[in-house]
C-alpha cells in the first residue's frame, strides 16, 4: 500500500528532512519515492502499518500539507481506462468530490475533475457527487502528463500553523518563530511521543507548544521572568499540562532529568541570552551547558545566524553536526537550522 504525501513548496529540502525524520524516529518502514518537488510517495507499506503510519503523519508533519491513500497511477492518455478499472465502492462512503493539484502542468483542473466524477459515479452504485460537504474527497495530483488519484482517509489540520502564529497567541512577544518552522525542528529533533524536549531559550514557547502537540512532555527556561510565566500562559491556552518552566540563566541548568531532546533558538548576536555574554560566546556557554543535560543519543536542533561558525564550537565540546539547512530571511541574514548530536566513541 502507498501514501501519497503533498508537500510544501516554501523550502527546497526541509519537508523531506522532516519527513525522513519522523520515519526515522516513529520506525516507519516505507520506500520513499520523490516524484518531484511538493509529491512524495511512500511505497511498500505492510497492510497492517497503513493506518498508523497514516495517523502518525497526519499527527505530526508540519511540511507536509495533505496525506492520502493512492489508489491508482495514470496518465493523461489513460485516465479514462485506469479510472473504470477501480472499484470505487470500497473507497466512496455515500457522496464524494474530485479535487485535482496541479505541480508544473497545464492540465484543465475543471474538465479533469468533471471527467473523473463522471467516470468513478458509472463504475459504482449508491453513492453521489456532493461539491460542498462529500464525505469522501478523491485527491488527483497532477505533474506533467501523469496523475495520481488518492483518497483522504484521515484529515489533516490544516488550519493549526495559520490560527497559532504568535500574534494569535495570550502571550506575544516580537521575534517569535513561525509555528510551521517549530514544529519542523521538533520533528527533525527526531523527539517521540511521552518523551522529554527542552527549549532553554523558550521565549514565547512556539517550539514548545509544537512539541506538547504531538505528545511530548517539555520544559523551558529563560533569563527573563517575563518569558518564562508567558511561554505558561500559550502552553495552558493550548491544552498543554505535561510541562515545566523555569525563570534561569542556560549557564545554571541542571535537569532533573536528562532530555531526549533540545531544540531552541537562541538570542543572536546580542547580550539577552545569558545575560553578560555578547557574540559567538552565547553559543559557545549554550553547548557547554546543554551537554551533560542530554541523553547519549539524544539530538539537538537549532537555528543561528550564517555568520556564526558552529562547527568549531561543536567539535570543542563533544558535539557534531549531522544536518544543515539554510533559510533566506532577508537580504542581511540567512538562518541555519542545524541538527547535531553527540560524539560517541
Known amino acids: 500500500m502507498e501514501l501519497l504525501c503533498i508537500q510544501s513548496q516554501e523550502h527546497p529540502e526541509l519537508p523531506l528532512a522532516e519527513l525522513k525524520a519522523v520515519m526515522e524516529c516513529e520506525n516507519i518502514n516505507a520506500r520513499i519515492d520523490d516524484i518531484t518537488e511538493g509529491l512524495v510517495i511512500l511505497r511498500d507499506i505492510s497492510e497492517e502499518d497503513m493506518e498508523e503510519y497514516y495517523r502518525i503523519l497526519t499527527k505530526r508533519l508540519g511540511y507536509t500539507h495533505e496525506i492520502h491513500e493512492l489508489i491508482v497511477e495514470s496518465n493523461i492518455d489513460d485516465l479514462g481506462r485506469d479510472i473504470s478499472d477501480v472499484e470505487w465502492d470500497k473507497y466512496v462512503d455515500e457522496t464524494f468530490a474530485v479535487r485535482v493539484k496541479r505541480i508544473r502542468t497545464e492540465l484543465d483542473t475543471v474538465d479533469t475533475e468533471r471527467e473523473m466524477g463522471t467516470l468513478i459515479l458509472k463504475n459504482s452504485e449508491n453513492i453521489k457527487v456532493n461539491l460542498s460537504k462529500p464525505k469522501t474527497l478523491i485527491r488527483v495530483v497532477a505533474t506533467g502528463n501523469d496523475l495520481y488519484v488518492a ?195
Open 151 to 345: 483518497v483522504e482517509r484521515i484529515k489533516l489540520n490544516k488550519k493549526h500553523f495559520e490560527e497559532s502564529k504568535p500574534h494569535k497567541r495570550p502571550f506575544f512577544y516580537p521575534g517569535s518563530m513561525n509555528p510551521k518552522l517549530a514544529r519542523c525542528m521538533v520533528n527533525l529533533s527526531r523527539i517521540k511521543g511521552g518523551e522529554l524536549l527542552l527549549d532553554p531559550f523558550c521565549g514565547t514557547g512556539g517550539i514548545l507548544i509544537e512539541a506538547g502537540l504531538i505528545g511530548c512532555k517539555v520544559v523551558g527556561s529563560d533569563i527573563y521572568w517575563k518569558m518564562q510565566n508567558g511561554t505558561a500562559i500559550n502552553l495552558d491556552y493550548y491544552g498543554i499540562t505535561d510541562y515545566r518552566t523555569f525563570h534561569l540563566d542556560v549557564r545554571e541548568l541542571k535537569m532533573y532529568e536528562k532530555v531526549a531532546s533540545v531544540v531552541t533558538d537562541p538570542p543572536y548576536g546580542i547580550s539577552t541570552s545569558t545575560g553578560d555574554v555578547d557574540g559567538d560566546d552565547i553559543f559557545k556557554e549554550f553547548f557547554y551547558a546543554i551537554y551533560d543535560n542530554m541523553k547519549d543519543d539524544a539530538y539537538l536542533c537549532m537555528a543561528s545566524p550564517h555568520y556564526v561558525d558552529l562547527k568549531p564550537m561543536v567539535d570543542e565540546v563533544g558535539f557534531e553536526i549531522v544536518e544543515q539547512y539554510d533559510i533566506k530571511m532577508h537580504r542581511s541574514l540567512t538562518r541555519i537550522i542545524s541538527v547535531i548530536k553527540k560524539k560517541l566513541d
